[in-house]
C-alpha cells in the first residue's frame, strides 16, 4: 500500500532545524470500528494506535497514520521510543479523532430516591475527575474550614531552614465539633494554601477530636518557607474534599474506590440516562523518549487523570506545579535538588523535530503537555487548550540548569495557541511553564483564564547563577561558576487576560533567575485580578522580574488592570533593560493601539513560523547602559589548585574549571583541595559540594550527607586558620557555605580538607569562593 510520490518534505521540515527528505510515504489508516485483523489501508482499517505503531515501526519510509472520526480509548498509555520515529499522526479530512484516557460510566440508579445517583465502575478505576457532558464535576467538598485549627504552637521563624524538626508541629489538626463523622477517613483530602502556594494531602485519622494527616505528607508541607507552618493556626486549612458526607450539593461528586461504586448528585435537569458520563483513568495519554521527526495534526486528546495527589506525598508544590516528593532532605535549599514537575498527559523528552499543529487538549488531570528534558526543535503551533487542572504547556526540567551542552533543551517555539481555564485543580500552576530552556519564543498565544500565572520563565531564584546577589546570606548560593542553559527567549505579542484569579504573587509574565538575551516585546496584558481566595498573598502583577532576574529587555507592554503594581522588579534591578512601557492599575490611559491589534492568535498564519522570521517582528536591542553588569565567574574559577593526600585520580584543577561536567575527585575517602587565590584578598564566603558526574545519565549526583569536613585560609600558606564554623558533618547535598562573622577573612590559600567521606567515595563537584561583598537587593532600576 505505498504511495509512490514524488520526493516530498515531511511535516517537520517547517520546524526549519534538520530537513528529513523521505523517497516515498506510506499511508495507514486507524478506526474505532475497524480490526487489527486488517491491512490498515483505508477500506480496512486497523482498531488501535498500539497496533497501527508496531505495525511501522518495520517500515522504513514516512508514515503517516489516518486517525477516522471516533473515541480511541486508551487503557494504557501509547509509548513511543526511537523505533517510532519518522511518522505523522494526523486526523482525516473532516474527522475529529478523541484519544482519550477516561472510562464510561452508565447504569445509573437512584436507590434511596435521595436525589443521588449511584453507579459501578470497573476495578482499578480511580479517576480523579469526572466530567458529564463534558463538563467537570465537583468532587464532594465542603465549603470552607472554618473552626478547623492547628494544634501545634506558634512555631520558630523558618526562613529557607526546615521546621521539620520544631517539637511544636505535631501533624494534627482540631476538628470542629459540628465536623460530620467521616467514614472514609484515610481517603479525605485537606487542601492547604499559602500565599502562592496550594497543597494538597491525605488525612490520617481523627482521635479525641484531632484531625492527624498523613506523616509523609506533613513532613514535605513543613520545608519552608511559606509552607504549611507560616499560616496562623486558624488559617490552616481551606476545605476538606472527597468524602460521601460531604455530597451535598448538585454537581458533586465521590468515588467509592473499595466498593467500585460512584455517586453523583446531578445538576437541575440533567437526566444521567442520556447523559455522558467520563472518570478520568489513563495517566498519560502518550509517553515518547527518543523519538525524532514526529507529528501529530488535528487530534484531541482527553480524559486523562494524575493521581500524585491521592498518594501518601499528596501534592506539595514549592511554585508553579514544582512538586516535593521525598521528605528526606533536610532543608527546602537541599530539596530543590528532588523538585520534579507535574508530568504530562502527553509526555515527550529526549526527543528531536516534533510538531504538534491544529490538536485540542481538554479535561486532563495534569500538565495537558509536558516537553521534559533534553528536547530539540519542537513545535506547538495552533492548538487549543481547555480545561486543564495544571499548565496547558510546560517546557524544560527542573534539574536541567547546567546540563551538558548537547542536552539542553532548546529551540522550542509555542505560537497561535488558544489557552483557556488552566489550574483548575491545581491552583498555584500557570497557562504556559518554560523552566530551564534556550532559544524558546512564545508568541501570538491567547491565555484567558488561569488560576495563577499566565507565562512563567526559569526557575531557581538566583540560586543556580553564578552571581548570586539575593539569596547568599541564607546560603542558598549553589556554588556554580558556571551560567545556566537559560537564554534568548522571546515573549512577543501574546494576548493575557484574567489571570492570577486564584492565587497572587505571580503575575501574567513572570522571571526568575538569569536569562540573557531574553526579550519581552509587545504583549497585551488585561485583568490580572486580585486573588479572592483566604489567606492569599494580594501581589498580582502584570509583568513581574522576580529574584534572580537578569538580561531581560522589557518594551512596548501593555499592562490594563491589575491587583497590585502593574510591573514589579524584585531583587532583579539594575540587571535588565526596559524602554516604553504602558502599565494602567486601575484607569486606563493612551497605548499604542497595534500593540492590541497585534496581540494573540491570528488566524491569518497558517504555516509554522521560524525563530528567524519571529525575530524579524521584534525592535532593535535596547541600549543596556553602564549598568547592565553581571559578573562572570567566581574568584577560584581557573584558579591554580593542588590536590593533597591520596593519588588524584581526576585533575585537582577540575574543582575550580568552572565545569559541570567536570569534578575532582581522590582515592580513599580522605584528602584535601588548596586553592591559591594568586594575591591576598577580603574572603566574604566559601561553598563546595560534594559528589560525582554520572556519564551515563550526564548529571551531576550529590551526597547529601557523611563527609566530615572543614575549611582553612591563610596569607602564605605555612599558617591556617579555621574558616567560618570549623569541622562540620555534612548535612546537606548542595549547600556547604560558610562564612566568618563580621569582617571577611585575608587570605590567598584557601584550604578544603575532608577528614572522611563516610560510605560515600570522595569526590568535590564544585568550589566556589566568593571576595566581593555579596549584594542584597534594594537598589534602584536599572537604565530605562
Known amino acids: 500500500m505505498k504511495m509512490y510520490l514524488k520526493k516530498s518534505n515531511v511535516i517537520v521540515l517547517l520546524l526549519l532545524c534538520s530537513l528529513s527528505v523521505f ?10 470500528s475497524g480490526s487489527d485483523r486488517g491491512d490498515g489501508s483505508k477500506e480496512y482499517p486497523w482498531k488501535t494506535l498500539e497496533h497501527a505503531r508496531d505495525q511501522m515501526r518495520n517500515i522504513e519510509d514516512y508514515v503517516i497514520i489516518n486517525l477516522q472520526d471516533g473515541i480511541y480509548r486508551l487503557n494504557k498509555s501509547l509509548e513511543l521510543h526511537s523505533d517510532d520515529s519518522n511518522m505523522l499522526f494526523r ?15 452508565s447504569g445509573w440508579k437512584d436507590l434511596d430516591n435521595d436525589g443521588i445517583w449511584s453507579a459501578k465502575v470497573p476495578d482499578g478505576v480511580v479517576g480523579r475527575h469526572l466530567y458529564v457532558n463534558g463538563k467537570r464535576a465537583v468532587r464532594a467538598r465542603t465549603v470552607n474550614a472554618n473552626g478547623w485549627e492547628r494544634i501545634a504552637h506558634t512555631p520558630k521563624v523558618c526562613g529557607s531552614e526546615s521546621c521539620r524538626d520544631d517539637a511544636n508541629t505535631p ?3 482540631k476538628v470542629p465539633v459540628d465536623f460530620p463523622k467521616i467514614s472514609n477517613v484515610g481517603e479525605v483530602e485537606m487542601v492547604n494554601i499559602m500565599r502562592w502556594k496550594m497543597y494538597r494531602g491525605k488525612l490520617d485519622k481523627i482521635e479525641d477530636g484531632i484531625a492527624y494527616v498523613n506523616q509523609k505528607y506533613w513532613d514535605l508541607a513543613k520545608l519552608g518557607p511559606f509552607g504549611i507552618l507560616n499560616n496562623n493556626s486558624t488559617e490552616a486549612v481551606n476545605w476538606l474534599e472527597n468524602a460521601i458526607e460531604f455530597l451535598d450539593e448538585e454537581g458533586e461528586w465521590f468515588l467509592d474506590k473499595y466498593k467500585n461504586t460512584i455517586h453523583y448528585k446531578p445538576l437541575k435537569g440533567e437526566k444521567l440516562n442520556k447523559a455522558e458520563v467520563v472518570i478520568s483513568n489513563v495517566e498519560q495519554l502518550i509517553v515518547a523518549d527518543g523519538v525524532e521527526n514526529v507529528s501529530f495534526e488535528g487530534l484531541t486528546f482527553s480524559y486523562a487523570n494524575w493521581n500524585q495527589a491521592s498518594t501518601a506525598e499528596g501534592y506539595v508544590s514549592i511554585q508553579s506545579g514544582a512538586i516535593l516528593k521525598d521528605p528526606e532532605y533536610r532543608s527546602i535549599e537541599d530539596a530543590f535538588e528532588g523538585l520534579e514537575d507535574i508530568p504530562g498527559n502527553i509526555h515527550f523528552k529526549n526527543s528531536r523535530n516534533v510538531v504538534f499543529r491544529g490538536n485540542s487538549f481538554q479535561h486532563l488531570g495534569g500538565t495537558a503537555l509536558n516537553f521534559d528534558t533534553n528536547n530539540q526543535y519542537i513545535n506547538i503551533f495552533g492548538n487549543t487548550f481547555q480545561d486543564i487542572s495544571g499548565s496547558a504547556i510546560a517546557i524544560g526540567n527542573l534539574q536541567d540548569h547546567h546540563v551538558v551542552s548537547e542536552n539542553i533543551s532548546r529551540e522550542i517555539i509555542i505560537d497561535n495557541n488558544s489557552i483557556q481555564n488552566v489550574g483548575v485543580e491545581y491552583w498555584d500552576t500557570c497557562a504556559i511553564k518554560c523552566t530551564f530552556v534556550k532559544d524558546a519564543a512564545i508568541v501570538n498565544n491567547s491565555i484567558d483564564g488561569a488560576s495563577a500565572g499566565g507565562i512563567t520563565l526559569g526557575w531557581g531564584w538566583g540560586r543556580y547563577d553564578v552571581d548570586n546577589f539575593d539569596f547568599w546570606k541564607d546560603g542558598s548560593d549553589k556554588a556554580y561558576n558556571h551560567p545556566t542553559v537559560v537564554g534568548g527567549v522571546l515573549v512577543a505579542h ?3 487576560t484574567n489571570v492570577t484569579l486564584k492565587l497572587g504573587d505571580t503575575a501574567a509574565i513572570y522571571n526568575l533567575g538569569a536569562s540573557p ?10 485583568n490580572v485580578a486580585h486573588p479572592e481566595a483566604r489567606f492569599c498573598s494580594a501581589y498580582s502583577h502584570g509583568v513581574y522580574i522576580d529574584n534572580g532576574s537578569r538580561g531581560i529587555e522589557i518594551k512596548d507592554n501593555v499592562v490594563v488592570g491589575s491587583s497590585h503594581e502593574p510591573y514589579l522588579a524584585n531583587g532583579s534591578h539594575d540587571y535588565n533593560v526596559r524602554g516604553a512601557a504602558y502599565y494602567f492599575k486601575k484607569e486606563v490611559g493612551d497605548f499604542p493601539l497595534w500593540i492590541k491589534e497585534k496581540a494573540g492568535v491570528m488566524p491569518q498564519i497558517k504555516e509554522l513560523r521560524s525563530r528567524e522570521e519571529l525575530e524579524k517582528l521584534l525592535p532593535e536591542p535596547l541600549p543596556t547602559g553602564p549598568k547592565f553588569n553581571v559578573v562572570k565567574k567566581g574568584v577560584a ?12 585520580n581526576y585533575k585537582a584543577s577540575f574543582a575550580t574549571d568552572g565545569k559541570t561536567e567536570t569534578y575532582w575527585r581522590g582515592e580513599g575517602n580522605e584528602g584535601e583541595l588548596i586553592l591559591d587565590l594568586e594575591r591576598v584578598s577580603d574572603v566574604y564566603y566559601v561553598n563546595s559540594a560534594f559528589g560525582y558526574f554520572d556519564p551515563e545519565t550526564r548529571r551531576e549526583v550529590y551526597f547529601r550527607n557523611g563527609y566530615e569536613f572543614e575549611y582553612f585560609y591563610s596569607e602564605d600558606g605555612n599558617n591556617w586558620f579555621s574558616y567560618g564554623d570549623g569541622k562540620k558533618v555534612s548535612e546537606l547535598a548542595i549547600n556547604q557555605q560558610y562564612m566568618p562573622e563580621g569582617k571577611p577573612a585575608k587570605a590567598r590559600y584557601i584550604k578544603l580538607k575532608i577528614y572522611s567521606s563516610g560510605d560515600h567515595p570522595l569526590g568535590v563537584l564544585r568550589f566556589k569562593v566568593v571576595d566581593q561583598k555579596p549584594v542584597y537587593g534594594g537598589r534602584e532600576f536599572g537604565p530605562q
Open 517 to 526: 538575551g531574553t526579550k519581552w516585546y509587545a504583549n497585551y496584558i488585561e
Open 91 to 105: 486526523a482525516v479530512d473532516g474527522a475529529r479523532p478523541i484519544i482519550s484516557g477516561g472510562v464510561r460510566i
Open 494 to 496: 501574546n494576548k493575557i
Open 637 to 648: 574559577v581557573g584558579r591554580p589548585i593542588t590536590a593533597v593526600g591520596g593519588a588524584s
Open 171 to 173: 501533624n494534627g489538626f
Open 23 to 32: 523517497a516515498q510515504e506510506t499511508n495507514f489508516y486507524v478506526s474505532p
